[in-house]
T-cell receptor, first 115, second 114 residues
Framework: AQSVTQLDSHVSVSEGTPVLLRCNYS??????LFWYVQHPNKGLQLLLK??????LVKGINGFEAEFKKSETSFHLTKPSAHMSDAAEYFC?????????????FGAGTQVVVTP | NAGVTQTPKFRVLKTGQSMTLLCAQD?????MYWYRQDPGMGLRLIHY???????AKGEVPDGYNVSRLKKQNFLLGLESAAPSQTSVYFC?????????????FGPGTRLTVL
């Protein structure tokens, strides 16, 4: 069974300061992990994904995430927040054993960026 | 490439009415999915399809039916809408169903059932 917990439902940051979104997962097998972003009234866009290659994964728009198996975590970071980063972020896990790519979504973290 | 498109974007129904949501993809993807998004719950899988003519139940299938008559289209039907089905519905597709392949999402359909 797989599950994912996003530890913060809301995060507020000032423009230019670092962003940290925390995600813990549970998986019976070797997981794939994803971060998706959803801007207001838009669909979901893939930020980055981990699929058992390098543990530090770089994504679009300056985001990166580190897979830590010992901590079962996949936290998302960005060194300097931009106003356009205001959105909802979803951490997603998928067991590699599933042949049809079932995704388990976290509840989401709403990011607010203040000037 | 349009990617994944959804029709309609918005809809208001009365309890007991029926409707069909259409999802279309032009990426020649085998796998397609329907999700619903509710506040504080992330996305939950309703039904999915691993190829033309095949469908299967996801996490929350009750009250919904689906069909995949053509590879590029995946229809979601509500036979008798209920207020509990008020939600935002997202369609997604992927090239093959392996976990490492990302899913591509449509822009969503916002449905309100009165």
């Amino acid at each position: 069974a797989q599950s994912v917990t996003q530890l913060d439902s809301h995060v507020s940051v000032s423009e230019g300061t670092p962003v940290l979104l925390r995600c813990n997962y549970s998986s019976s097998y070797s997981p794939s992990l994803f971060w998706y972003v959803q801007h207001p009234n838009k669909g979901l866009q893939l930020l980055l994904k981990y699929t058992s290659a390098a543990t530090l994964v770089k994504g679009i728009n300056g985001f990166e995430a580190e897979f830590k198996k010992s901590e079962t975590s996949f936290h998302l970071t960005k060194p300097s927040a931009h106003m356009s980063d205001a959105a909802e972020y979803f951490c997603v896990v998928s067991d590699q054993v599933d042949s049809w790519g079932k995704l388990q979504f976290g509840a989401g973290t709403q990011v607010v960026v203040t000037p | 490439n349009a990617g994944v498109t959804q029709t309609p974007k918005f809809r208001v129904l009365k309890t007991g009415q029926s409707m069909t949501l259409l999802c279309a993809q032009d990426m020649n993807h085998e796998y397609m999915y329907w999700y619903r998004q509710d506040p504080g719950m992330g996305l939950r899988l309703i039904h999915y399809s691993v190829g033309e003519g095949t469908t299967a139940k996801g996490e929350v299938p009750d009250g919904y039916n689906v069909s995949r008559l053509k590879k590029q289209n995946f229809l979601l039907g509500l036979e008798s809408a209920a207020p509990s089905q008020t939600s935002v519905y997202f369609c997604a597709s992927s090239y093959i169903g392996l976990a490492r392949n990302e899913q591509f999402f449509g822009p969503g359909t916002r449905l309100t059932v009165l």
